[in-house]
């Protein structure tokens, strides 16, 4: 993998995946970061290449040296972390019943202090905005490590903007009637969110493809431009992550999976109607809840997920016609799935049993789903 930092030289238009007209919804919306496939469009542009391999996207901040972030992980309540009921027996409430087709609840460790839990839950405190929203890779890799984040490690470094790196610039637009000074009736109006990253931010990505740097991108619904440099550091500190990942993935033992891009978790679905649909959901379809190893999850509000689909015209290989495709919602980045022991994604096979190609290895391809792997910290793990 080539390792890239792209920083945008103005403000980026990353419209979400709501439907947008000026007659129905005036209102555009914007997603930072962007999405594998808006990423893979623009590299398109710059390479002529139809398939890519991407890792990420990520964020990158540059002071001294350029350090990779990603997002928090969301099983934490201010700076305690929770974990699923069943693994803390000593809970007061380790006897309470739930649906055991769903998730188990998440509670807090029985040895949290009493100074934790009024500093975590004192009139919303995990909602402050010294609490970093993004980690840089040093704290993540002790996480993976050791399957916790100190307290100081969640406090935001002065002026690094490290709770939220980008800041929101709402601009209208008018069309006005001809001859005169007024705003047209239909279509005369409509208002867009663009982002503006702060100074010294950027975000990276890792690809299978060489660059020669610098060199410029457009990204977006409105093509701003954006330098793409290299950046091998930031491919060293994820080899870093991805190495201990790698190694937790093979213990046997309780384990936490920590989404650090969207995860698209999909499946054909046949409805009463005998109509072909898509149905998705916050976890793998191959994790089952009951009597499987998947335990619980922590999560947010999905992430709005609009693409296309490239196909073959009249079975030619130079025409590709383009297609918008079925509108997914994924897991968002920082999403924590709580499992007995370690067990891998369908979607990380490329070929299946009969030499086909996996259709949803496509979503591996564009950065969607990545996991690093933490094995779970608990007293009684600690003592053996």
Aim: net charge neutral; with cysteine.
């Amino acid at each position: 993998m080539y390792w890239y930092k792209l920083t945008p030289l103005d403000i980026l238009m990353l419209r979400d995946a709501k439907p947008f007209s000026p007659q129905e919804r005036a209102w555009a919306g914007s997603i930072f970061p962007p999405n594998g496939h808006t990423i893979a469009g623009a590299l398109r542009g710059l390479l002529g290449k139809e398939t890519f391999n991407i890792v990420g996207p990520f964020l990158c901040y540059e002071n001294t040296e350029n350090t990779l972030y990603l997002p928090r992980p969301l099983g934490f309540v201010g700076s305690t972390q929770l974990v699923p009921l069943t693994w803390e027996t000593k809970s007061h409430i380790h006897n309470a019943l739930w649906g055991k087709t769903q998730p188990c609840p998440l509670v807090r460790p029985h040895n949290s202090k009493d100074e934790d839990e009024e500093e975590n839950y004192n009139s919303g405190k995990e909602q402050s905005p010294e609490f970093r929203q993004y980690l840089p890779s040093c704290v993540v890799k002790e996480y993976l490590k050791t399957g916790k984040i100190d307290k100081h490690c969640w406090t935001v470094a002065d002026g690094t903007h490290e709770n939220k790196p980008w800041t929101i610039e709402t601009r209208s637009h008018n069309s006005i009637e001809p001859g005169t000074k007024q705003v047209k009736d239909a279509d005369g109006y409509f208002v867009e969110n663009a982002i503006r990253l702060h100074k010294n931010w950027s975000f990276a990505i890792g690809i299978n493809h060489e660059i020669t740097t610098p060199a410029t991108i457009r990204l977006g619904g409105e093509g701003h431009r954006v330098i793409v440099e290299s950046c091998p550091e930031l491919g060293e500190q994820w080899q870093e992550l991805q190495n201990i990942s790698d190694s937790n993935f093979q213990a046997d033992t309780k384990s936490i999976a920590y989404l650090v891009t969207p995860g698209v978790f999909e499946r054909p679905h046949t409805n009463k109607h005998n109509q072909k649909v898509s149905l998705c959901r916050p976890y793998p379809w191959e994790w089952k809840l009951k009597d499987g190893i998947f335990v619980s999850m922590s999560t947010d509000k999905p992430v709005p997920i609009s693409c296309r689909i490239r196909e073959k015209e009249d079975n030619t290989k130079s025409i590709t016609k383009s297609i918008t495709a079925p509108q997914v919602f994924a897991a968002p980045p920082g999403t924590l799935y709580y499992l007995e022991k370690p067990q891998g994604l369908f979607q990380d096979t490329e070929i299946l049993p009969n030499y086909k190609k996996n259709r949803v290895n496509n979503w591996r391809q564009l950065g969607y789903s990545e996991m690093l792997w933490i094995k779970y910290q608990g007293k009684s793990e600690e003592k053996s």
